[in-house]
């Protein structure tokens, strides 16, 4: 089995534990990690890089998954073995976006509030299992097979990475979410909402980034993304810290 291991980093020097706890990996099973160097420029932006690593990974590798893991969420050394054992298209592992320590502090997984919008999970008690299934997620640390690669690759000519603006339609009598409309944007943050003169329907904007905007896509194609809540990452936010 091989994966391919890009890790991005916004001043192209990742760091050094970053890349000791994916080279070192325990895997019970025989592994290859293709840790991609090459990709590590700088100022490119994030999207035109990951649709870049995305059609190396496909046309030149014969890799069975690919692994995005920045360099600033350090994986514990057994991660990989976890998300490969969860045997799904996508399985994300759990980390802090700033530190665990933190009351309250926000998860990288998304669950789906009442409106049928998604909110961050901050607490896990809720969750029965290990394995579940999540709303959404970023790329910080998630496990991506190959069919599911090819699959986005081809349905969206070769770059399913953008930064998009979603349009929701809320329907306020059915609290949940209606339809949904993605055009492209120019990066910058603007949230838009607006009431529809008859007061029944809210139309709301919401730009997302390029790796939420590509899991909503794969939910379009029938995929669905999971979450190993024992796979846990470090969060370099001035000091590391990990979850209790």
Same mark, same amino acid.
């Given at each position: *089995?091989?994966?391919?291991?890009? *890790?991005?980093?916004?001043?192209?020097?990742?760091?050094?534990?970053?890349?000791?706890?994916? /080279?070192?990996?325990?895997?019970?099973?025989?592994?290859?990690?293709?840790?991609? *160097? +090459?990709?590590?420029?700088?100022?490119?932006?994030?999207?035109?890089?990951?649709?870049?690593?995305?059609?190396?990974? #496909?046309?030149?590798?014969?890799?069975?998954?690919?692994?995005?893991?920045?360099?600033?969420?350090?994986?514990?050394?057994?991660?990989?073995?976890?998300?490969?054992?969860?045997?799904?298209?996508?399985?994300?592992?759990?980390?802090?976006?700033? *530190?665990?320590?933190?009351?309250?502090?926000?998860?990288?997984?998304?669950?789906?509030?009442?409106?049928?919008?998604?909110?961050?999970?901050?607490? #896990?008690?809720?969750?029965?299992?290990? #394995?579940?299934?999540?709303?959404?997620?970023?790329?910080?640390?998630?496990?991506?097979?190959?069919?599911?690669?090819?699959?986005?690759?081809?349905?969206?000519?070769?770059?399913?990475?953008?930064?998009?603006?979603?349009?929701?339609? /809320?329907?306020?009598? %059915?609290?949940?979410? %209606?339809?949904?409309?993605?055009?492209?944007?120019?990066?910058?943050?603007?949230?838009?909402?607006? +009431?529809?003169?008859?007061?029944?329907?809210?139309?709301?904007?919401?730009? #997302?980034?390029?790796?939420?905007?590509?899991?909503?896509?794969?939910?379009?194609?029938?995929?669905?993304?999971?979450?190993?809540?024992?796979?846990?990452?470090?969060?370099?936010?001035?000091?590391?810290?990990?979850?209790?």
């Amino acid at each position: *089995m091989q994966v391919f291991v890009w *890790m991005p980093s916004a001043t192209g020097y990742p760091y050094p534990e970053a890349i000791f706890n994916v /080279v070192n990996q325990t895997c019970n099973k025989h592994v290859d990690i293709l840790f991609d *160097m +090459e990709s590590l420029t700088i100022r490119t932006p994030i999207q035109i890089a990951r649709n870049e690593l995305l059609d190396r990974f #496909l046309t030149k590798t014969d890799a069975d998954y690919l692994w995005f893991c920045d360099d600033d969420n350090p994986p514990s050394v057994d991660v990989l073995e976890k998300l490969i054992n969860a045997n799904k298209d996508i399985v994300s592992a759990i980390v802090p976006l700033r *530190m665990w320590d933190r009351e309250g502090d926000l998860l990288n997984i998304f669950k789906y509030d009442k409106q049928g919008g998604r909110e961050h999970y901050t607490d #896990l008690s809720e969750c029965e299992e290990s #394995l579940i299934e999540i709303a959404n997620c970023g790329t910080w640390c998630v496990l991506l097979s190959r069919e599911f690669c090819e699959a986005m690759y081809k349905a969206y000519n070769k770059k399913p990475f953008a930064f998009e603006t979603w349009k929701y339609v /809320v329907g306020k009598n %059915e609290g949940k979410v %209606e339809k949904y409309i993605g055009q492209e944007y120019d990066g910058n943050r603007r949230d838009r909402y607006e +009431e529809w003169h008859d007061g029944r329907i809210r139309v709301v904007d919401i730009p #997302l980034s390029e790796d939420v905007c590509f899991f909503e896509k794969a939910k379009e194609l029938g995929y669905t993304p999971y979450a190993e809540l024992t796979a846990e990452c470090y969060h370099f936010n001035g000091r590391p810290s990990k979850r209790k």
